[in-house]
């Protein structure tokens, strides 16, 4: 078994693309493309197949990139706990978060002190962002509400309180509204199984408030332009606010309206000393 192959077969599994595998390993796409062709010729198996899009696993393929990704897992551990001996001089760190607010200042003090770590963020929702970790897609997460598991090592970051977010022209800028104002009130909201928006829906519920939710959008960004049109009032958690002068932020007032930012790896992975920097750095963000 040539593992040269395997690893070329790893890094676009996991990238999706000969050409960012070939980045991801320092080496041409041709060598790539060369290495998994004499992988299915030499065991005559289809793993991959291209798409107009992407490259897609067959189900074959995704039954071995199960198996290399743990594999080569094990291997950058070695590679990071050897790289530990060069003070973060080099490294690669694999990070997902579920909103790029409070992820990216801790990615620039990361950068700042060990410049030549190469980082590689992976945004998505809730839901994304604990199964990258889980599944071992990435070393470290930053995410929202996490219920604790044995397998996680989880610390806290920062608490946020769910907002309004209306025009700037609206009569309640610069005001605090109890979150029975909001009974009744035409919204545009995230998705249902966004975590902003399940906060709110249990507020809501609890407080007896009926909101009339006459659009749902599946981005932040999309909520704010939908709001800037006057389309309905949304909501916004207070960490992942970017300011925008056509809109105000109203804080409502009313019990569960917060939510919990945690910073996670897997367990066995806390002892890597690229993520121990990362999560040292939340920590001190965290106390300052």
């Known amino acids: 078994m040539n593992l040269f192959q395997l690893r070329a077969f790893d890094a676009v599994a996991r990238e999706g693309s000969f050409t960012r595998a070939a980045i991801r390993l320092h080496i041409s796409q041709p060598a790539v493309t060369g290495h998994i062709k004499m992988l299915e010729e030499h065991y005559q198996i289809k793993l991959l197949r291209r798409t107009a899009k992407r490259v897609e696993l067959t189900h074959e393929g995704g039954q071995l990139a199960t198996i290399t990704r743990a594999m080569f897992s094990l291997v950058e551990e070695a590679q990071n706990l050897l790289e530990a001996n060069q003070q973060l001089l080099t490294g690669r760190l694999e990070v997902a978060a579920d909103g790029p607010h409070l992820v990216m200042p801790l990615i620039a003090s ?15 929702n809730a839901q994304e962002t604990l199964a990258a970790l889980l599944c071992e897609h990435v070393d470290v997460a930053v995410m929202t509400d996490v219920e604790p598991r044995k397998e996680l090592r ?104 917060t939510n919990q930012h945690m910073i996670g790896c897997l367990e066995r992975r806390s002892q890597s000393r690229l993520v121990e920097a990362f999560m040292e750095l939340a920590n001190t963000k965290q106390g300052a």
């Open 110 to 124: 990361l950068r700042a002190l060990y410049p030549g770590v190469v980082v590689n963020l992976r945004l998505g």
């Open 154 to 257: 989880l610390q806290a970051m920062c608490v946020s309180q769910i907002c309004a977010l209306v025009p700037i022209a609206h009569q309640w800028v610069g005001k605090r509204i109890g979150i029975e104002q909001l009974d009744q009130q035409i919204m545009v909201l995230r998705e249902p199984d966004s975590v902003t928006r399940r906060t709110f829906n249990r507020a809501c519920e609890h407080s007896g408030v009926k909101p009339r939710v006459l659009l749902e959008l599946d981005s932040r960004e999309a909520v704010s332009e939908a709001v800037a049109e006057d389309l309905g009032i949304g909501i916004v958690s207070s960490a992942e606010y970017s300011h925008d002068p056509r809109l105000g932020v109203v804080t409502i007032v009313g019990d569960g309206l």
